[in-house]
């Protein structure tokens, strides 16, 4: 099994109090390999730390090209976010091999895996045990729809703290709530604070993060790692802001 060099420095600078900013890529989403270029130089200059790439539906053959295209620009790790088995691509650094904890579908939680376990177990991607949680995120996502499953609502902390104390105890390594691309609201900082309290393990935040002040709402209630994506295809200047606010976060954290 290969070494996981990545997840665990992510899970020593998370104890040293650092905040990690992932610029998630649907390759769908890309319309040419310029404008991914325009992305991934962007990402560059302004210090992202992972590239997210993929989604919960992925029509396009572009996966594969999108990632090579990354991995000849930089060395900032690539991290397959997949949807199945079938977007699996081992040009990446690493794969978020998510358990789907807040549904019940069992292809999910361990059918998509068997099917995707030799070819993981053959490669020399870094496998990151992935507990993933949708969260309600007001309005109905891709997501949820492709799963059959529906998200945790809004306001029920005590489920999803429940939810991630029982994936920690599984021995899951991560812990991602999303509410979804293109979420009316993000994950509330109530929903955000109980959990960080509850497990010891990284916190991943994504979905409806579409301001500077709610990606420093997010740090700030919890989480290690928050995952932007629809919001920077709009808006490219967020990049800029948030991973400045980033920065900043961190910098204030380690003078404390």
């Known amino acids: 099994m290969t070494e996981k060099k990545k997840l665990n420095h992510l899970i020593t600078q998370k104890a040293n109090g650092q905040k990690f900013f992932a610029l998630l890529i649907d390759p769908d ?85 068997v099917l995707s376990a030799p070819i993981l177990k053959r490669s020399k991607m870094e496998v990151w045990p992935t507990g993933y949680m949708l969260i309600d995120g007001g309005n109905k996502t891709s997501v949820s729809y492709m799963s059959n499953t529906n998200p945790i609502p809004h306001d029920k902390s005590d489920i999803a703290v429940s939810t991630a104390i029982a994936g920690e105890l599984l021995g899951l390594q991560l812990i991602y709530m999303d509410a979804g691309s293109g979420a009316d609201k993000m994950i509330s900082e109530k929903m955000i604070a109980s959990v960080k309290r509850a497990v010891d393990i990284p916190l991943i935040i994504g979905g409806g993060i579409n301001s500077v002040a709610k990606a420093k709402n997010a740090w700030k209630s919890g989480a290690d790692v928050i995952v932007v994506g629809n919001a920077i295809e709009q808006n490219p200047q967020l990049l800029i802001e948030m991973t400045e606010a980033k920065i900043l976060l961190n910098q204030k954290l380690h003078r404390i």
């Not at 302004?46 to 993929?54: A, K």
């Not at 029509?59 to 990354?70: E, K």
């Not at 079938?86 to 939680?109: C, H, K």
Request: charged fraction near 20%; glycine fraction near 6%.
């Open 29 to 113: 989403k890309v319309h040419d390999r310029a404008s991914l270029q325009r992305l991934v130089n962007m990402a560059i200059e302004n210090e992202v730390d992972f590239f997210f790439v993929g989604g919960s539906l992925i029509v396009s053959d572009f996966l594969s090209s999108c990632i090579a295209d990354i991995k000849s620009a930089t060395d900032i790790p690539i991290i397959l976010f997949p949807g199945n088995n079938q977007y699996i691509d081992l040009q990446s650094d690493a794969i978020l091999y998510l358990s789907l904890i807040s549904g019940r579908n069992p292809d999910l939680l361990i059918g998509q895996h």
